[in-house]
């Protein structure tokens, strides 16, 4: 148990901690309910086609993570990817085209990255954690699966809702009550999203990236000019906050064909008609820019084991710049004691 | 015109090109942009604006008096606190703590309030009002404010100590409670020849502090029952308090 950290939750912020931890010399395991690494930073495959399900591109300035994202081992760099910027509305990070932004994109997917953060590491994938406990000198962390692990740090790297709902399971009284109400008054932005597959040829649009001033769609992206040679134009829709909210409990069937609609709306009568299409749902896509905290929560526990507060809440900037520095600086901050 | 405007308005001429490496690990870097007569119900003061290369605040200093190349010029530094400095909440003493600084200046020779746009010591407004809604719930915010931003002073002093040197002070009299802030000062380059405590005059809104036991933690509650926060870094003392 000495040094040894627990982290939930494989996604960015969880995965750059973890790796600074286990480079330092530190017992790490990191758990992770779905199947893949990464969170939101999600790639999947279609016929062997990659196509980005979460963010579409990599932004920021921060050296650090700029260097970060230059170490992918094996990555394409697609750089200053999208280059062809269409529609006339701001996108999901206010700051994300503007050109002090480096942006830039993986061939083989962004998920590349968290791939590449997880390399060394030991995560336990489809395990998901019910309950956390502190104990005499560490903390244990119980899952569904039955198996219950024990360290002396626990980080937590998820959603805003899923760290809440964890943090709900300690036992009353455990300190953390100003935390859970500061992070009861934030919320996280839903994005229901459709992934659509179209013949290559036909039809193809001229731009990488458009914005389109629509009360339904936050952008569509041209995820196959990202692609060598790829076997389908695939478009990626992905809903507005307001839109998706209300949408968010009912039936894929119900919420995919209006989307397929508001993006028909904009690019013709042909987009009504892809060869495939996978609907994605997601239900924290990412936090609310004005709740935004300063740095990543540390909470000390009776006998100095502390419970750590990671992802893109915990640093300003928000995307994926914010979950990566976030772990960055939680690990840091742990390892400095 | 005087003497004293045009060597102020020669230090905006000065820093039109300045760039230099900037201080504290954040490479702070300000300029003197505008200078201008600053006529106050506390004194006659000039307002000088500064630009810095880190944010998108506009930083100012309050001066009184000739202070270029003087010595030993009684300074303070003030963080932006909208709702006590304008409002004139009484959940923090910010308010009395800025006339005050302005008053005693204001009397003086010379002298400079460096107002710092770092709303509740850089934690932002909305978040200051996220921690005020935490008290209200009577929660004890320690981690709470450290997750919301509240005690970060490093940039503010790199900021404070570039203004300084920015205006050409030989040497200040810090007027503040908080005896660390004068080696923070040091360690950018500021010569701080004395401290002058910064003692408020007692008035009803804070004679409670006269009849609290003071305690080194700072932890105050007013007559009506509502715990002031520390938003300067420097602890409040009343004229009649002993020192914490």
Redesign the interface.
């Known amino acids: 148990m000495p040094d040894h950290t627990i982290i939930v939750g494989a996604g960015v912020a969880g995965l750059e901690c973890a790796r600074r931890l286990r480079r330092a010399g530190r017992g790490t395991v990191v758990l992770e309910r779905t199947p893949w690494v990464g969170g939101g930073c999600a790639t999947r495959s279609f016929e062997g086609q990659p196509v980005d399900v979460g963010p579409m591109f990599f932004h920021g300035q921060d050296p650090g993570f700029l260097a970060a994202l230059g170490r992918v081992a094996g990555g394409t760099v697609l750089e200053a990817w999208p280059r062809r910027v269409q529609g006339g509305s701001p996108p999901c990070q206010p700051d994300a085209l503007e050109p002090v932004s480096h942006r830039l994109a993986f061939a083989e997917g962004l998920n590349a990255f968290p791939r590449h953060l997880a390399a060394d590491l030991d995560v336990r994938l489809q395990t998901t954690v019910t309950g956390i406990r502190p104990l005499e000198e560490g903390f244990e962390v119980t899952t569904g699966e039955g198996t219950v692990f024990r360290g002396r740090d626990l980080v937590l790297a998820m959603a805003l809702e899923d760290t809440l709902a964890l943090l709900a399971t300690l036992p009353a009284g455990t300190g953390s009550a100003s935390i859970q109400a500061l992070l009861g008054m934030f919320s996280s932005v839903p994005s229901l999203t459709l992934i659509a597959g179209y013949p290559v040829g036909a039809h193809t649009p001229p731009w990488d990236l458009l914005l389109p001033e629509s009360e339904v769609l936050q952008l569509i992206a041209h995820d196959s000019a990202k692609r060598v040679e790829p076997r389908f134009l695939t478009l990626v829709c992905q809903a507005r906050p307001k839109w998706s909210r209300v949408r968010l409990e009912q039936p894929m069937v119900e919420w995919a064909p209006e989307l397929l609609e508001a993006a028909s709306a904009e690019l013709g009568p042909w987009a009504l008609r892809p060869i495939w299409t996978f609907p994605h749902r997601w239900r924290h896509a990412r936090v609310d820019r004005s709740c935004e905290l300063a740095q990543p929560v540390r909470i000390r526990f009776d006998h100095g084991q502390t419970l750590g507060l990671a992802g893109d809440v915990f640093t300003p900037g928000g995307g994926l710049q914010a979950a990566w520095r976030s772990g960055a600086r939680l690990a840091e901050s742990l390892l400095a004691g | 015109m005087s003497i004293m405007d045009d060597k102020l308005n020669a230090l905006v001429e000065r820093d039109r090109e300045h760039e230099c490496q900037g201080f504290g690990t954040d490479h702070v870097c300000v300029r003197i942009v505008a200078v201008a007569k600053l006529p106050s119900r506390f004194g006659d003061f000039r307002i000088v604006a500064f630009w810095n290369n880190r944010d998108q605040k506009d930083h100012i200093a309050i001066v009184h008096g000739d202070v270029i190349g003087f010595e030993d010029v009684p300074t303070r530094m003030h963080s932006e606190c909208l709702t006590g400095d304008v409002i004139g909440s009484l959940r923090c003493d910010c308010r009395d703590q800025l006339e005050t600084a302005l008053k005693r200046i204001g009397e003086l020779e010379r002298g400079v309030v460096l107002y710092l746009r770092q709303e509740g010591r ?2 932002g407004l ?2 200051k009002i ?1 921690a005020y ?2 008290q209200d ?1 009577g ?6 404010n ?5 005690r ?1 002073d490093e940039r503010d002093y790199a900021v404070a100590a570039h203004m300084l040197h920015s205006l050409g002070l030989a040497s200040v009299q810090l007027m503040t409670n908080n005896p660390d802030k004068i080696g923070q000062l040091q360690q950018y380059g500021v010569k701080v020849s004395s401290r002058l405590p910064h003692l408020l005059p007692p008035n009803a809104h804070n004679r409670f502090y006269l009849e609290t036991k003071a305690k080194r933690s700072g932890h105050f509650i007013d007559f009506s029952g509502m715990p002031h926060l520390q938003e300067q870094s420097d602890p409040v003392v009343v004229d009649g308090m002993s020192e914490l």
């Open positions: 850089g934690i909305a978040n996220r809604a935490l719930r929660l004890d915010t320690v981690e709470a450290l997750a919301l931003g509240f970060d």
